[in-house]
Every structure is written in structure tokens, then in C-alpha cells.
């Protein structure tokens, strides 16, 4: 159907399949727009909009068959083997009973079905308990409980104190003041800390009214349903007015709500269209190179067994023109196999059953069980568990173990996972002065240790106890008044995000997004300006112990395209100021002129901080007059009720108030490095795996965290650092890294050498080798930026692939991923990603196998990997011990299973030439059945009994550089070992048939064996005799001419 609405020119296009069953799945839809109306079930249906029933179950009763039956033979082993069945019920061909087919094939069909129906029938049970949830909606005028199935978009529902949300619902009141609820979304992103929401000013008067609830009409067009979980447009048209809508006015399906005794809200999307539902689809695939590996030996084994069938059928065509139109007397054959051409095409597919066990049936069952066993071992290994958080290793994906024994590259993030993202304020530089330092009396810098005297907070009954600071020249400050340093700490405790939770009297909790802004405004806290509460309007701060509430007028929101976050607030004598703080690059080209001097200090400060590992930020403020604000907040307004290019016109509006700023100051921070990371980075290196850092921080702080963890060393030959702002710079320094790299050589310095060796390189050679020393790669957002570009990403990565640690800095969640599939792309090379962070996901996803670290900014990351565990260090043991483990298993018993199944099936293929190519078969079909299924279940069984035991993970720990294992099919094709498997298979199978051919029928000859000797010896006699009596008949008739001869000259 197609509806246009004037003049909004809204339009929506869909086509809905009907729904019988009432699961209110869409078959297509292309909506542009969405609009619902409030209380109007009969206008909303109009559009066929889904409802809130879910579905994730694939089958039901009547489908299950024939669906989970048609996905098992689009495997093409599946497929194959019911060919075969189907050629052994035909009685020309088949010398085998159909129950070597069909035994082992319907054991997998059977264990396969089984494992879908038991995760289906979990899935069933999942839908139905969210389904028959109860839900209280607002029909005819009064509250009733409904079922969650039922809710549709347009209804009006209650929500209370802990419940979940029912659907994606426009927030209209609740209990609290301003309209403002209480969520926690740990369903959708995994963060447990409560976010605030508000409704509108408008809606929120409607309170707990039902009447006026009831009476609602109002009309929201929005956009449609997608996956974003934190952006949301739409327009409220209500009472001839225009609201702007954006996600705080929205609470989502999955959300809890928490501290609101109730709230209502008007559903928007429903069901399958909501944005939890939207975000539930199939992740990405991920293959093994075992994986890849076995299809191609499968393909190859086919083409062998083609070849046997053909050199058997070959064989056979043969025979029957030569011999076996002899034995036709005692086998009678139909007429129709008269031809020997077409008794060997019988032959060949004859052959093609009885040799198809070299093709192997239950390879994959038996592979998934093995690594399904490999998964357990890691749950259950307990010095992967962290008792400080009750965190054991978790295997999220089961078919990828036998990866981690091959890993090339990692890709790590650096806050939160080499690092605690445990944030505390350590130092900080305010209007060009240095805070933080400890000095002696004769003022020289000193350590800090046990034996310094922190500050004293008693006076401030509100600090943090945890809280420590040994510079007792800033609270001296303080004290004295300093108008600068009020302004900082002022600035620290109204510029953020911080939900306040006062739990008992004196007792101030803070409820934070991000550990950054839970220090710094803890920071401000203890030193005298302490955040007490905040409403949609206010924000209500304790500045030395004198309560002010400054008016909150704007929030111009943080991300990381701005990396900045400011707020405009207005102070009790009217004064309205903006208040900015980000990062210091962004900042310092939105300063005044006149900010020239301090901005050189402050930047001196910034990187004597970066040098010692501390995450910095910097401060601005600007002071505003009431008619530009005035006019400012027109514009964005304007942007903020536009429909189209709503983000790119609120970041106009921002860029247009952020600048000509103040410098304040800027902030330390420090992150310390996790337990165990230098060990653990020294141990996978010494494996020869790579180590990329890929980190949004300044080059400073990563560099200094990259020594601490002996990435970076004094002992290296050269740290290459791009730094370049175009294209032409980049290229420039890639290219020198370049030559420096090769110039050591003396038969690399010759230009001509240099290009066939890196075209070598691009073949995939291996250029490690001619590279002697250790280098390092330093390159900046800006720089990679230009080096991923078509035209120099080969460049880039010859380069960084030759260096032992590369370190990218700045680097957006895109860029992550894209180094990655660089390095996939180009490398061909197994890789790994390991974060902790929602800005992680990307470059977890696009590696091969991706782990999330379940640390400090929730549970995003671990959500999106294929394994998880709560510290960095357990990554040495999940490779080196885990990984090696299932490579080792797992190649081990692909040649014994390959060993078997040739073993057996060449004895037939031997066979053939003694029985005249019949296609009869040497062992019993039944026999043979029993004992692979036997030799199937018993080698997994036996594989996890004793290599269990055998095998010690201390070795692999202790010397890690001794066990290289990473492999591939051209490495593993490339091994002696496996051709050497190969022929001796091929000889084990000929030996028996020379001992019998060659000794049995001299040394103990049977009847049968003497009349064939016999008949033997008289085919070679045979043609004796009738030489001889040719000679006598010769010799006869000269004897008769001689006789004529002699009476004619008698004569």
C-alpha cells in the first residue's frame, strides 16, 4: 500500500503479510516514516504496525520437520550421502544393503535435529514467558492487565517500580518530580548504573489522571524502526503545538525501571520493531582455517574417489571384453549389460557406494563435540577465574577454539583493558600553574610514597575518604579564595552527567556513565564544591559549604566525533556562563585569541602529564550574554524539532556557542596497568604474536603506557612515529620508516632489489627475515586516517607489519575496525581484538575471533565477543595453553580420522583387481557399520581421556617461543608429516595384498590355487607344441618333394 499524508509529505510504503497467527511479524516493510496516534486503536491498525509479540523460536510442531531436514542437506556432505542412498536402492548398481547408508545418516540427521529442537524449544519457552508478561493498559477510559502480546502501538501503559518496560513507550509523567524516571539498561548495553529520562514539560502535567490520560490524542511521526539504541527523532503534535522528541524522552523495551513508584508512557514501536528486537539478529559468522581446511580435503577426497570409481569402472570394461564373456555361462547377465562400455558405467557408480566411507559423514558431528568439549575445559579452568568479581572465562562462540592456537596479530584496546579503568584525579595545571607535584624543603620534585602526608579533608564532611592528593598547595588555594581555582573545581562539579544518590544522611553516592567523570567530580568534591542533586532545570552544587542552584539552560551532549561536552547554566545573580571540558586538541582551536600564552603553558603541562602515563582533558569556559544565548537557543530549538539532518544542524548549533572559549586549566588522570600485563605481552611475543594498540588517547599517554608494559623499549632500533595532516606527509614518513627499515641491508639499498622484494611482499612472502632489530610504529588518528586511503593502506601496512609493536593513537571505534580488515585483508593472517568498551565492538566483530573484557564499562563488549574473562593476563593462558591444546587435538584426530576411513576403503579399491572388478565387498556391511560408529565415539572419548592427562600446560608457559603452532592448509600440506601419513596408509593397504599374492600361493597352495598354476603352465606350453608340429609338417612335406623329385629324374 501506499498513503501520503499532506502537507507533513510523510509517506509509507510496506507490504504486510497477513498474520494468521497473531505473532505480528512484518514479511516486508519499507517505512520512512512512523505515526501513531494516541488512544486510536482504529487509526493505527490502519497501518498493520506490528504488534508487541515476539517470535525468536524458528520452528513449531508442524514445520520442525521439514525446515530443520531442508537446512541439514544444504550441507553438501548431507546432500551427497542421500544421493548415495538413494543410488544404493537401485539393484543394478548397488552391491551394499541400504543400511550402511542410512545408519550413520541418520544418526546425524538425529543428533543435529535433537540439538535444534532442544535450543528451539528453549526459545519457545523464552518467547512465552515474555509474551504472557502482564502489562496494565489504558482502554476505555480505565487501567487493565493485558498481556505483553497484546499491547499495540498507540496504547497508553502504566509502568511501575521495577518492572521491565513492555515496548519502545514515549515517556508522558510518572511520580517523580519534572517527569523525570529512573532506568537501568543492563538488557541492552550491559551498564547497570541508573540513567535519568524526562518527559515533557507539557505531558508530565498529565500526572496519574486517567481521564486526562484517556483523553490524550496527541500524533508523534518519527523515524523508523532500526537498531540505534542511542539516537531517536521524532516530532509530538499535540494541542496544536510542535514538541521535539530525542531518546531521553523515550524508554526502551528491556529497560527497568528503578527509584520511580510509576510512570506512563505511549507505545511507539511494539514487538519485533522495537530497537532491543532490532538488535537481536545474527551475528556475523565466523569460520575456522580447520573449517576451510576440511572442506578442501573433503573436495579433494571426492575428486580421489571419483578417480578409484573411474579406474575401477575402467578396469571393469576391460575384464568383461577379455574375460568375462567366458564366465557368462556360470553368471547369466540381462541383455542389457551386454556391453562392456555400459557394464562399466554400472561398475563406476557401483564403486562410488562401496568406497564412499573415505568420504567422511560424521567429520562435522564428531569436530563440533570435540570443540564443544574444548569449551567446557576453558569454562571450567580455574586460573581463568576472578574471584574479585566472581568472573569465570566464558566461551560465548564453541565453534572457533582451535583459532586461538594460530594468532598472528592482536588488537588491543588500551583504557580498561591493559589498564584497571579505575580512574583517580592526580594531577591537574589551572591558569597556568602545575598542581599535583611533591616537594622537599629545599624545592626539589620527590616521589610520592608510604611515608608522604596526604591533604587533610576533615573540614570537608562530605569527602571522599578514598580520595588522596599530596599537594597541599591547591587546598591552600582554595583557602585563600583563588577566583581561578573556584572556577575549576566549579566547573568539574556542574559539567556532567553524575546522577546523585544520597542512601543515608552525609552518605552521597554518585551513579556514573563514565569512571572519568566519577573521579573528576569526586575530585571537586573533596575539595569544596560538591554536587548535591539535579533536576531537568537545576543543578544544586555546596561550594564551601554554601548551597548555590544554578539554572541548567542547555546540554550540549559529548560523543566521539566532538569529544567535548559543555553545559550553559545560569547562576543565581543571572550571570550565564558555558562551561566546556574535552579533549585538548578539540579545545585549543576553539579558544580566544588571547589565549595564546597560557595555552602554551597549559600544553606544556599537558604533555609533562601524557609523559607519565595520565589521561588528560582540558577546561574552557565563556561568558554569555542574555540576548545571544537567547538568540542561540532559537537556533537550537530549530534543530532540535527538524526531522531531517537533525544531527548535522545540533552540531552546527554547538560549533556556533563553542568558541572563543576560555582556558581554564586541564586535568591527570591516572590509569594503572592491570595485574600481569608486562608478563603476559612478554610471553605472546616471545610466540611470535603481534601486539597492536589501538587507543583513543594522545600519543603521550600511549606511549608512556606502552613502556610501562615494555612494548616500548630503550633497546629498540628506531620508534617510527607518523604524525603527518595530509596525505603528501603520511606518504613522506611511511616512506622513510621504509627505507630505514631496509637500508641496514647492503643488498637491499639497490633500488631495483628493494621494489622485487616488496612485490615479494605483496605475494604474501615473509619479509620478517631480512629485518634485523626491533622497531616500533607510532601513528596518529589524523595520520591513519590518510593511511587507510586506497592508496597508501599498502604502504601503511608493510610498514607496521614489519615493526614488533605498533601503537595507534586517537583512533575512532571505525578506524579500530578498519586496521583490522587492513590487516585481514592483506596479511591473510588470523587475528584477534580484545576490549572492554561499547567503542570496541567494531574492531571485535570484524577480527576472527573477538573477546570483551568484562571490566568497568559494563558489559558492551563481552555482549559482542566470542569469549570473555575479567583480566587481561588470562589471555596468555587462553592462547598459549587453550589454544595450543584444541590445534593440537584437533589436527591429531583429523588424521586419524582421514587414516581410518582410507585405511578401510583401499582395501576394497585392492579388491577390485582380485574379483574381476565386480564391485563385491571383502567385510560385512553390518560388521563394519558397528564398528566405525564404535571407532567414531570411542576416538573422541579416548582423544579427551588421555591427551587430558598427557599433556601439561607449565611447558607451554615456560617456553612459549619453542611451540610454534600456527597453521594453515598450505602449512599443513606443506608438512612431512602428512604425505608420510599418506604413504604409509597406501602401503599398510598394498603389504597385505603382495604377503598373500607372493607367499601364501607358493608356500601353501590350495586346490584352486594348484589348477590355476597348471592351467598356467599349459598356456605356456602350448604355444611349443604347435611350433614343434609346424617344424614336423614342414620337415614331412621337404621329405615328399625330395621323394617326388627323385622318381621323376628316374624317370
Known amino acids: 500500500m501506499c498513503k501520503c499524508w499532506l502537507p507533513s509529505k510523510w509517506y509509507h510504503l510496506s507490504a504486510v503479510m497477513n498474520d494468521d497467527e497473531g505473532d505480528g511479524h512484518q514479511g516486508i516493510s519499507m517505512e520512512e516514516e512512523r505515526r501513531v496516534k494516541a488512544n486510536d486503536p482504529e487509526h493505527n491498525e490502519k497501518f498493520q504496525y506490528a504488534n508487541n509479540r515476539i517470535k525468536t523460536s524458528k520452528y513449531n510442531i508442524l514445520t520442525f520437520l521439514p525446515v530443520n531436514l531442508f537446512e541439514q542437506f544444504q550441507r553438501v556432505a548431507n546432500a551427497y550421502f542421500l544421493s548415495l542412498l538413494i543410488l544404493q536402492l537401485i539393484p543394478e548398481i548397488s552391491s551394499l544393503s541400504w543400511f550402511t547408508t542410512i545408519v550413520p545418516l541418520m544418526m546425524v540427521f538425529t543428533i543435529t535435529a535433537v540439538k535444534d529442537a532442544t535450543d528451539d524449544c528453549f526459545r519457545h519457552k523464552s518467547d512465552n514467558q515474555v509474551n504472557n508478561r502482564q502489562a496494565e493498559v489504558l482502554i476505555g477510559g480505565r487501567l487493565q492487565n493485558e498481556k505483553w502480546m497484546n499491547v499495540r502501538p498507540g496504547d497508553v501503559i502504566k509502568l511501575e517500580n521495577n518492572t521491565f518496560v513492555a515496548a519502545d513507550v514515549l515517556l508522558l509523567s510518572s511520580s517523580e518530580p519534572h517527569g523525570l524516571c529512573y532506568i537501568e539498561t543492563a538488557e541492552l548495553d550491559g551498564e547497570t548504573n541508573l540513567k535519568v ?97 576440511m572442506n578442501t580435503l573433503v573436495l579433494w577426497i571426492f575428486g580421489f574417489l571419483v578417480c578409484m570409481g573411474i579406474i575401477l569402472a575402467v578396469g571393469n570394461s576391460i575384464w568383461e571384453h577379455q574375460v568375462g564373456a567366458h564366465f557368462r555361462i556360470y553368471l547369466y547377465w540381462n541383455e542389457v549389460v551386454n556391453s562392456s562400455v555400459f557394464s562399466g558405467f554400472l561398475t563406476f557408480w557401483s564403486y562410488i557406494i562401496i568406497l564412499n566411507s573415505v568420504v567422511p559423514i560424521s567429520l562435522y558431528v564428531s569436530v563440533e563435540v570435540i570443540r564443544l568439549g574444548h569449551s567446557y575445559f576453558i569454562n571450567w579452568d580455574r586460573k581463568m577465574y576472578y574471584p574479585k568479581k566472581d568472573t569465570p572465562a566464558e566461551v560465548r562462540t564453541t565453534t572457533l577454539n582451535e583459532e586461538l592456537g594460530q594468532i598472528e596479530y592482536i588488537f588491543s584496546d588500551k583504557t580498561g583493558t591493559i589498564t584497571q579503568n579505575i580512574m583517580t584525579f592526580n594531577k591537574c595545571s589551572i591558569n597556568g600553574k602545575a598542581y599535583g607535584d611533591v616537594y622537599d624543603d629545599f624545592g626539589r620534585k620527590t616521589g610520592i610514597n608510604e611515608k608522604t ?56 553516592i554518585y551513579q556514573v556513565q563514565s569512571p572519568d567523570e566519577g573521579a573528576l567530580v569526586t575530585a571537586a568534591r573533596n575539595f569544596g564544591f560538591i554536587f548535591k542533586s539535579r533536576t531537568p532545570e537545576t543543578i544544586t552544587v555546596e561550594e564551601m559549604g554554601k548551597l548555590v542552584t544554578y539554572q541548567l539552560l542547555a546540554i550540549l551532549d559529548f560523543n566521539n566525533i566532538r569529544k567535548r561536552m559543555s553545559v550553559i547554566v545560569q547562576s543565581p545573580d543571572g550571570q550565564i556562563k558555558l562551561y566546556c571540558k574535552g579533549a585538548d586538541t578539540i579545545l585549543f582551536e576553539r579558544l580566544h585569541p588571547s589565549n595564546e600564552e597560557l595555552m602554551s603553558l597549559t600544553s606544556d603541562h599537558l604533555e609533562e602529564f601524557a609523559g607519565e602515563g595520565l589521561r588528560t582533558l582540558a577546561l574552557a569556559y565563556k561568558n554569555l550574554t542574555e540576548e545571544h544565548f537567547k538568540e542561540w537557543f532559537k537556533i537550537l530549538q530549530e534543530a532540535n524539532t527538524s526531522l531531517d539532518s537533525r544531527n548535522e544542524y545540533l552540531a552546527a548549533a554547538y560549533e556556533e556557542i563553542e568558541k572563543d572559549m576560555m582556558l581554564l586549566g586541564a586535568t591527570a588522570i591516572e590509569d594503572k596497568l592491570q595485574e600481569g600485563v608486562t608478563e603476559t605481552i612478554a610471553s605472546l611475543s616471545l610466540a611470535n604474536i603481534k601486539i597492536w594498540v589501538l587507543t583513543g588517547d594522545k600519543q603521550e599517554t600511549a606511549m608512556n603506557i606502552g613502556y610501562s608494559c615494555h612494548m616500548l623499549t630503550d633497546t629498540m632500533n628506531e620508534i617510527f612515529v607518523v604524525a603527518g595532516h595530509t596525505v603528501k606527509e603520511v606518504r613522506e614518513e611511511l616512506r622513510k620508516a ?36 626491533d622497531y616500533a610504529l607510532v601513528i596518529n588518528g589524523h595520520s591513519l586516517a590518510h593511511a587507510l586511503e586506497a592508496d597508501l593502506e599498502n604502504e601503511f601496512v608493510e610498514v607496521a607489519c614489519l615493526c614488533k609493536t605498533v601503537i595507534c593513537c586517537r583512533v575512532t571505534p571505525l578506524q579500530k575496525a578498519q586496521v583490522v580488515e587492513l590487516v585481514k585483508k592483506h596479511r591473510k593472517a588470523v587475528t584477534l581484538a580484545i576490549g572492554d568498551g561499547a567503542n570496541d565492538i567494531s574492531m571485535i566483530k570484524s577480527a576472527h575471533i573477538g573477546i570483551g573484557i568484562s571490566g568497568e564499562e559494563g558489559m558492551q563488549a563481552v555482549l559482542a565477543s566470542d569469549y570473555s574473562f575479567a583480566q587481561f593476563r588470562y589471555l596468555k593462558r587462553l592462547l598459549l595453553v587453550h589454544g595450543r591444546w584444541s590445534y593440537f587435538r584437533m589436527c591429531k584426530f583429523l588424521c586419524y580420522f582421514f587414516y581410518k576411513n582410507f585405511a578401510f576403503t583401499l582395501v576394497h579399491f585392492w579388491f577390485g583387481f582380485f574379483c574381476g572388478f565386480s564391485a563385491q565387498i571383502v567385510l560385512d556391511t553390518s560388521y563394519w557399520t558397528a564398528i566405525n560408529r564404535f571407532f567414531i565415539l570411542g576416538s573422541i572419548a579416548v582423544y579427551f581421556a588421555i591427551l587430558f592427562a598427557m599433556h601439561s600446560d607449565g611447558i607451554f608457559v615456560i617456553f612459549p617461543n619453542h611451540f610454534p603452532f600456527v597453521g594453515n592448509s598450505r602449512n599443513s600440506l606443506g608438512q612431512i608429516s602428512v604425505w608420510l601419513v599418506i604413504l604409509l596408509t597406501t602401503v599398510i593397504s598394498v603389504m597385505p595384498v603382495i604377503t598373500f599374492r607372493f607367499l601364501k600361493e607358493d608356500l601353501n597352495p590350495t586346490q584352486t590355487d594348484q589348477v590355476r598354476k597348471l592351467q598356467k603352465v599349459r598356456r605356456k606350453q602350448k604355444p611349443l607344441q604347435n611350433y614343434m608340429r609346424r617344424v614336423y609338417r614342414t620337415q614331412e612335406d621337404l621329405h615328399m618333394l625330395f621323394l617326388i623329385k627323385r622318381a621323376l629324374g628316374n624317370l
Request: glycine letters at 6%.
Open 197 to 293: 529520562h524526562q518527559a515533557l514539560p507539557d505531558t508530565s502535567e498529565l500526572g496519574a489522571d486517567i481521564r486526562r490520560l484517556a483523553e490524550f490524542d496527541g500524533v508523534v511521526v518519527c523515524e523508523p524502526p532500526n537498531n540505534k539504541l542511542d539516537t531517536f527523532t521524532g516530532v509530538l503534535f499535540w494541542k496544536d503545538n510542535r514538541y521535539s522528541l530525542n531518546n531521553e524522552k523515550m524508554l526502551l523495551r528491556g529497560c527497568v525501571l528503578r527509584n520511580t513508584e510509576w510512570c506512563f508512557g505511549m507505545v511507539i514501536f511494539a514487538g519485533p520493531d522495537t530497537k532491543l528486537m532490532q538488535n537481536s539478529g545474527r551475528t556475523k559468522f565466523k569460520r575456522t582455517s580447520i573449517d576451510r581446511l
Open 738 to 773: 621504509k627505507e630505514h627499515l631496509f637500508g641496514q641491508n647492503k643488498d637491499l639499498s639497490n633500488g631495483h632489489v628493494f621494489c622485487e622484494k616488496m612485490q615479494e611482499s605483496k605475494q604474501g612472502s615473509v619479509l620478517e627475515e631480512t629485518v634485523t632489530g
Open 453 to 508: 602526608v596526604p591533604v587533610d579533608f576533615s573540614f570537608n564532611p562530605l569527602a571522599d575518604r578514598k580520595f588522596q592528593f599530596y599537594d597541599h598547595s591547591l587546598i591552600e588555594s582554595i583557602k585563600l579564595g583563588d577566583a581561578m581555582v573556584h572556577e575549576f573545581f566549579r566547573l568539574l562539579s556542574l559539567c556532567h552527567t553524575v546522577m546523585p544518590e544520597e542512601k543515608n544522611a552525609g552518605e552521597l
